[in-house]
């Protein structure tokens, strides 16, 4: 099995930083893409910020205040937030597109979720 570990989130102050951070461990060859996504209440679960095959692709409302961070040596992924908003404040998951053996396809795993309050 592979399991994704989250770290980080809480409650913050608009205009404050938070980072977040995930580690990958278990059945695993090789990572395809890891990054995060969020959900607020009431709304579906959007990308944050991924990074694959050497790059990453960050949704419009974050780029210029988060930044990801992935270290694939070690399996983790980091996501940096600064000039948080009240606006994202969402459950934040990380997630993995992980091949378990050489040749199959990659498969997506999900952490638990982690709860980023941004509030005065």
């Known amino acids: 099995q592979v399991r994704l570990v989250e770290s980080g989130g809480g409650l913050v102050q608009p205009g404050g930083s938070l980072r977040l951070s995930c580690a990958a461990s278990?059945?695993?060859?090789?990572?395809?893409?890891m990054g995060w996504y969020r959900q607020a209440p009431g709304k579906e679960r959007e990308l944050v910020a991924l990074?694959?095959?050497?790059?990453?692709n960050y949704a419009d409302s974050v780029k210029g205040r988060f930044t990801l961070s992935r270290d694939n040596a070690k399996s983790t992924v980091d996501l940096q937030m600064n000039s948080l908003k009240p606006e994202d404040t969402a459950v934040y998951y990380c997630?993995?597109?992980?091949?378990?053996?050489?040749?199959?396809?990659?498969?997506?795993?999900w952490g638990k979720g982690t709860l980023v309050t941004v509030s005065s």
């Open positions: 990074a694959s095959g050497g790059s990453t």
């Open positions: 997630n993995a597109n992980v091949v378990r053996w050489p040749g199959l396809a990659g498969m997506d795993y």
């Open positions: 278990g059945s695993i060859f090789s990572i395809n893409a």
